[in-house]
């Protein structure tokens, strides 16, 4: 990880590090006792997660589901732990997990395939917003506005540098499903 990355992490002050954990030698003598805690403090909220959303999903429809308060806490829960995880990685190992990014295998696809013209994929970007501690008159209603806004910029962004943009949503609480996710879906 790149320096900035680095920074990105909030691990920008020297003396937040312990020089055998981020250093050159091979570190020994590791006590694995608090990082399987942390797996195993993960995996209870991972399952918890799909024992909710198995319980509202016989509820409720996909979208609704999506947006239910039990399911979003427990994401929100599963990202604390996943960052939780991360941070005791990197203090005691020095490591740099990237353990939530998603990758689907494509045994089909040529990864070096050069793309051709009308290929496509989707792409998403999310925030996770929230109020301010002190009074303010800001709402979380008002936050999709600017996501939407800020959605039709890159729109217009991409267009300009010469791609096709046939669609795009903004959503709050839940990925905007677009038709060829649908699509896809389907095929599934």
Do not use: C, K
Not at 111 to 140: M, N, R
Not at 148 to 153: K, L, N, P, T, V
Not at 157 to 164: D, K
Request: proline share 4%; hydrophobic share 40%.
């Amino acid at each position: 990880m790149t320096g900035d990355a680095h920074e990105q992490h909030g691990h920008d002050r020297s003396d937040e590090h312990d020089p055998a954990s981020h250093g050159r030698e091979p570190l020994t003598g590791v006590d694995a006792r608090g990082l399987h805690d942390a797996v195993d403090e993960l995996a209870s909220a991972l399952h918890a997660y799909v024992e909710t959303a198995v319980g509202v999903r016989a509820e409720f429809g996909a979208r609704e589901a999506d947006e239910d308060p039990r399911v979003l806490a427990l994401e929100g829960r599963v990202g604390s732990l996943n960052a939780q995880l991360y941070d005791l990685l990197h203090a005691r190992l020095g490591l740099h997990a990237d353990l939530t990014g998603m990758t689907w295998e494509d045994d089909d696809a040529d990864a070096d395939a050069p793309a051709a013209p009308g290929d496509h994929d989707t792409f998403h970007l999310g925030f996770v917003v929230e109020l301010p501690a002190t009074v303010s008159d800001l709402t979380l209603d008002a936050v999709i506005d600017l996501v939407d806004d800020g959605g039709a910029q890159i729109a217009q962004t991409l267009a300009e540098r010469g791609y096709v943009v046939g669609e795009w949503g903004a959503g709050r609480g839940a990925p905007v499903l677009l038709d060829d996710e649908d699509d896809d879906e389907d095929d599934r």
